[in-house]
């Protein structure tokens, strides 16, 4: 049986579910010059990492915060820190001439500190899903390497439009996201993963809720009888072991309880997309197995 996850893990992978400032920002200081073609990047979420790599700037990272651990070559570049503590002595000692932050998921008074040390700093904040294909692009022109970028993005983008495409005809089936367990915490439609799901023709039961995310308590999502439930396997390999307990419930009757790679769902980078497609290609098994008249 995996184990559950630390503690440490749990919360930076959470934190990549949020997407939302608990404050607003800080205001910026004064900036350091921005360099022409950055060739000493660090990157302050393990998202932003993956999002270099796309752009073709991988061999232009100093540094880089705790799980960036994609593609492999990440787990190579020396760390700073995590999402929610930079080691301000380590980041100077790499002389970065670009930090890439995130506006929701670092503390703001982070990215102030680093701007007031004289970094440049440049903090991106995905919204919705083509944001990441434009971070992409963003990040190519800001090391130079728009060559590799630019083609990266459009392929992105092109990915996303055939995922709309294909679920533009499909039944509607109802679904209830279950991204960490006891609590359930769940999303909105207003957060990427929302938004995801409605690309696969799906109906998030807790998509009407204020803000980006929620907890829901067990006894809601059995009122809002979903016919699907997808978790992420945050809480490890028993994470629907729970919902056994109740065979009425209709995504258990009907054995649609389906576990995805955390990383596949939590980090808003090129692989969301995978995470995406499956979700789709699990709607579509559910579907498949929908009773007559249901």
Do not use: K
């Not at 991204?179 to 439609?189: E, F, I, K, N, Q």
């Amino acid at each position: 049986m995996r184990p559950v996850m630390c503690r440490s893990r749990l919360g930076a992978w959470l934190a990549g579910l949020l997407l939302c400032a608990c404050s607003p920002p800080m205001p910026p200081a004064a900036r350091a010059p921005a360099p022409v073609a950055a060739q000493r990047i660090i990157t302050l979420s393990p998202h932003l990492t993956e999002l270099a790599f796309a752009a073709g700037a991988g061999d232009h990272l100093v540094g880089a915060v705790a799980f960036s651990d994609y593609p492999p070559a990440a787990s190579r570049v020396p760390r700073v820190g995590d999402a929610f503590r930079v080691d301000y002595e380590a980041v100077a000692a790499l002389d970065p001439d670009l930090i890439l932050g995130w506006t929701s998921g670092n503390p703001p008074e982070t990215l102030a500190r680093l701007r007031e040390l004289g970094f440049y700093v440049v903090a991106l904040e995905p919204t919705e899903l083509a944001d990441i294909g434009r971070q992409i692009s963003r990040i190519g022109a800001l090391a130079g390497t728009l060559a590799v970028a630019e083609p990266a993005a459009a392929a992105f983008q092109a990915r996303l439009d055939a995922l709309g495409s294909r679920a533009a005809h499909a039944t509607r089936i109802s679904v209830f996201l279950q991204l960490a367990a006891r609590p359930y915490y769940t999303v909105t439609d207003r957060h990427f993963l929302g938004q995801g799901l409605r690309l696969c023709a799906g109906d998030n039961v807790f998509g009407d809720l204020p803000g980006l995310t929620a907890i829901v308590e067990a006894e809601a999502v059995l009122d809002a009888a979903p016919e699907v439930i997808i978790a992420s396997d945050i809480s490890g390999s028993d994470a629907l072991a729970g919902w056994q307990a109740w065979p009425g419930l209709p995504a258990v009757r009907d054995g649609n309880l389906f576990l995805v790679d955390a990383d596949l769902l939590s980090r808003p980078g090129p692989r969301l997309l995978d995470g995406i497609e499956l979700m789709c290609a699990r709607l579509d098994e559910a579907r498949g197995r929908r009773r007559p008249g249901g």
